[in-house]
């Protein structure tokens, strides 16, 4: 009976010792809390009431949802009923615009990449342009939301961006004609007999299928060699289509994981076997600064794995997950809940993916480059009556049979070092191989 008192007693001192601190915390921080949401009430009342112009209590509130999200970090936002619609239709069709996938950095409006084959990639947008203005508007006044929604726009009509190219002392301006995005996120060409190129320039619903599906039936004429996978200024898109794609070359085990504020939130994502599965095909990655996100999870899942070699330059480093939520009035909130690792434990986010061979693109000279060299090279053939050397001069070799079947991958190769350089590494891995 005495040990049963005791206990109560001291479990009530130690109650009484013990529990103020947490109340009195509990009770400041309540405090502080209606003190802010007091403090906001005050100023939506002060603005409704005195600003110049008649604005509701509901339009102050929705402003102050959308500038709340936009000050936490460049990807979370609120999404109005049609920014949620289009959200939705780029990631499973075909939807209306430049293609462009842009980013806000201190107040300026960067381009992450623009997407192969629309608009703004043939009007010579590239990853790291600054956009000044739209339609003559400053894009710090606008902001990242109302700048993408003056970009975006009805088939054929255009928009005029102010643009400072990456390394430009001046900006310029370029008229842009909306267009209908494509939804084809893979392109596959013959490089040479067996190898291939898979080029995957976004990721949308149907990229893994699309992948398989040109991987199959190449195979079926061709035994493949070697693949030269790029993701070049490939922007990012689904999570589960980038771990698909990755499952693709690789037979199973850790791909990406994900983690939020709480450590217990870890999610892993891994592959499984699969019967077409290209596990022991050599492999060879395309990455620059426009490969971000979802790319970026491919590229270091494969490099982490020791399955690819990595030929470019560093890549854009987006490695957060952004959870999108609809709300009932059919808009929705996009928010960053979590980061993304590679197997390894890499974070992608502002760090990238290094390549393993950092080689720069260098673009092919022009024709005014090549006849002003010409003009200028001198050699001792050039002389007017130079000596002939005494070998009998050969016929012209007969074409292989696959040259006009290659002769679309020899123009490409012929204006891309990146993708030449790949396709001798990949005829070079088995050998590699070998000798370890």
Known sequence: MRVGIWFVCFTMLLALTVAPAPLDAAATAKDDQFEALRRF????????????????????????IKGMLEQLDPHSAFLSPDDFKELQDSSSGAFHGIGIEISSENGRL????????????????????????????????????????????????????????????????????????????????????????????????HTTKELRDKLTEYAKKTPIQGIVLDLRNNPGGLLDQAVSVADTFLS??????????????????????????????????????????????????LQDRKRSLLIGEKTFG??????????PDGSGIKLTTALYYTPSGRSIQAEGIVPDLDIPYVAPPSDDDKNMKDRFTFREK???????????????????????????????????????LGLEMVKTLPKIRDIR
């Not at 499984?272 to 979802?294: C, H, Q, Y």
Request: one cysteine or more.
């Open 41 to 64: 009430s005050q100023v939506v009342d002060m603005v409704e009431t005195h600003y110049v112009k008649p604005v509701t209590k509901a339009e102050l509130i929705q402003n102050s």
């Open 110 to 205: 960067i381009v992450v990449s623009p997407i192969e084959d629309t608009p703004a990639y043939k009007a010579g947008l590239k990853s790291g342009d600054t956009i000044l203005e739209v339609d003559g508007e400053p894009t710090p006044e606008l902001g990242l939301n109302e700048a993408v929604k003056k970009i975006r726009g009805a088939l054929g009509t255009k928009v005029t961006l102010t643009i400072l190219h990456k390394g430009a002392q001046q900006p310029v301006d370029v008229t842009i004609a909306r267009g209908t995005i494509p939804i084809v996120s893979v392109k596959t060409q013959e490089l040479e007999k067996g190898y291939l190129m898979c080029r995957i320039t976004r990721f949308n619903e």
């Open 252 to 301: 199973d085990g850790l791909i990406v994981y994900i983690q939020g504020k709480d450590p217990q939130s870890r999610r892993d994502f891994s592959g499984t076997k699969e019967a077409g599965d290209l596990v022991n095909v050599p492999l060879v990655t395309l990455i620059n600064a426009g490969s971000a996100s979802a790319s970026e999870i491919v590229a270091g899942a």
């Open 318 to 327: 987006k490695g957060s997950v952004q959870t999108v939520v609809a709300l």
């Open 382 to 420: 050039d002389f007017s009556r130079h000596l002939e050397n005494g070998t009998p001069k050969k016929g012209k070799k007969a074409a292989k049979p696959d040259a006009v079947d290659n002769e679309a991958g020899q123009a490409l190769m012929n204006k891309d070092n990146q993708l030449r």
